[in-house]
């Protein structure tokens, strides 16, 4: 009976959880995206379960020994991680072409699952073997819905990192925006700010946070290590005009790459070396920005705390 449990309530939640999050993301599917998620989300929440017959084998449905319901509950841990990330895979695949990183879902739905599923497994374990099907299927639609609500609590915050910044950038960025920050020249004595970018071809903005080093009182460095590797500094030729994350206000600047050879390399980059001595620019192009005067009375403030404190 407890299989039946896990079976209905992972129909129910399939079925609730990709109808809510399709109609939620129905402006980046698109129709036939949000039928492939759906469609997916209900194979693999609901017949998944079906297939993997998981209380049968951890709470002993053949009459066996019951395990301990922690044991059961940390197996179910497990295979909400598993089944997961196979969900996320496969509405990974509904997502692709249309939003720049699909497969970070992989983790949120995994990490979402791990969460929701003993939920599930829980409310399989009260009901007895000896409840008629009239009785099981209320008790499996309604832990459907408790765990598909602890599912979109524990996976919503990926789905904003889909086309955005990863998970842990977002966090830095909500630092960076707190009361923390709001001290003179605020995280930026700790080498961090954050920069609003727009690409050049989308013309979206982007936002995400940097390592910079005060140089002068005015300007910041910034080295994209690894440049071959990111894009963001190259829309900085095309549209230099940016917003820098300061004292937990967004303050507009403008970018200047300099590159090997350019005059002021030189000094930028040992302010950036003075700030960050492991730091190797090679042929890196340094990011210099030019802030707006609100930005330049915080950065006089930072360096007076800098050079108190013996840091660049």
């Not at 598909?148 to 960076?176: C, E, K, Q, Y």
């Not at 980059?269 to 001595?277: E, I, K, S």
Request: charge should be positive.
């Amino acid at each position: 009976m407890g299989t039946r449990i896990v079976v209905a309530g992972g129909l129910v939640e399939g079925t609730a959880l990709g109808w809510l999050q399709a109609r939620s993301l129905a402006r980046v599917l698109g129709p036939i995206g949000r039928r492939r998620w759906l469609v997916a989300t209900v194979v693999v929440a609901g017949l998944g379960w079906a297939a993997a017959s998981a209380p049968a084998v951890l709470a002993g449905d053949d009459g066996g020994a019951q395990p301990p319901l922690g044991l059961v509950l940390l197996g179910a841990v497990g295979l909400g991680a598993t089944m997961g990330a196979v969900l996320g895979a496969a509405q990974g695949w509904a997502l692709r072409h249309r939003v720049r990183h699909p497969w970070r879902w992989v983790i949120g739905s995994a990490a979402g699952w791990a969460v929701a599923m003993p939920v599930v497994f829980l409310g399989a374990s009260v009901v007895p073997g000896s409840w008629a099907w009239w009785l099981v299927v209320p008790v499996g639609t309604v832990t459907g819905a408790v765990a598909g609500s602890v599912l979109g609590v524990a996976s919503g915050p990926f789905l904003g990192t889909l086309d955005g910044p990863a998970w842990h950038h977002r966090l830095v960025l909500r630092i960076l925006s707190s009361r923390l920050a709001r001290t003179p020249a605020g995280a930026v004595d700790g080498g961090l700010v954050a920069l609003r970018v727009t690409g050049r071809r989308t013309g979206r903005a982007y936002r995400f946070p940097v390592e910079a080093a005060w140089w002068q009182s005015d300007r910041l460095v910034v080295l994209p290590g690894h440049s071959e590797r990111k894009t963001w500094w190259r829309n900085l030729e095309a549209r230099p005009e940016v917003e820098v994350l300061l004292a937990a206000e967004w303050i507009p600047a403008r970018a200047i790459l300099l590159r090997p050879g350019d005059a002021d390399r030189p000094a930028a980059l040992d302010a950036y070396a003075a700030r960050f001595p492991s730091a190797r620019a090679s042929a890196d192009p340094l990011v210099v920005l030019e802030l707006a005067s609100k930005g330049r009375r915080a950065g006089r403030s930072s360096s007076l705390r800098g050079s108190s404190a013996g840091t660049a």
